[in-house]
């Protein structure tokens, strides 16, 4: 059965770091898009960043150089660095998978219903 399960959320002080996990189970990170999302309270869920198949990596606005997405084969799990974060952070965070990519994240990357496959989410809570 696929599955991809976050963790690594908590509560943290503006500026500070967190570092989330996504970890696959029945199939491979190397064979798979893997995105993170957020949702904050009240808002729609948000496209964060993407890495594809082969690597290749995109980032939304709101967290570009300050978030890393990466990924370990060995372990097939996907993290997403996250660094000098702000109150505007808080919110669950997904991952999500899907296999109908060409190897490079598009411009569609942020669209929730370009991933077939969620995770039940993490909170982090930036606050001080």
């Known amino acids: 059965q696929l599955q991809v399960v976050e963790s690594g959320g908590g509560s943290v002080q503006p500026g500070g770091s967190l570092r989330l996990s996504c970890a696959a189970s029945?199939?491979?990170?190397?064979?798979?898009?893997i995105g993170w999302f957020r949702q904050a309270p009240g808002k729609e869920r948000e496209g964060l960043s993407c890495?594809?198949?082969?690597?290749?990596?995109r980032y939304g606005d709101s967290v570009k150089g300050r978030f890393t997405i990466s990924k370990d084969s060995a372990k097939n799990t996907v993290y997403l660095q996250m660094d000098s974060l702000k109150p505007e952070d808080t919110g669950v965070y997904y991952c999500?998978?899907?296999?109908?990519?060409?190897?490079?994240?598009?411009?569609?990357?942020?669209?929730?219903?370009?991933?077939?496959?969620w995770g039940q989410g993490t909170r982090v809570t930036v606050s001080a």
């Open positions: 999500a998978a899907d296999s109908a990519w060409t190897g490079h994240c598009d411009g569609t990357y942020n669209r929730p219903t370009r991933f077939s496959y």
């Open positions: 029945g199939f491979s990170v190397g064979s798979y898009a």
């Open positions: 890495i594809s198949q082969t690597g290749s990596t």
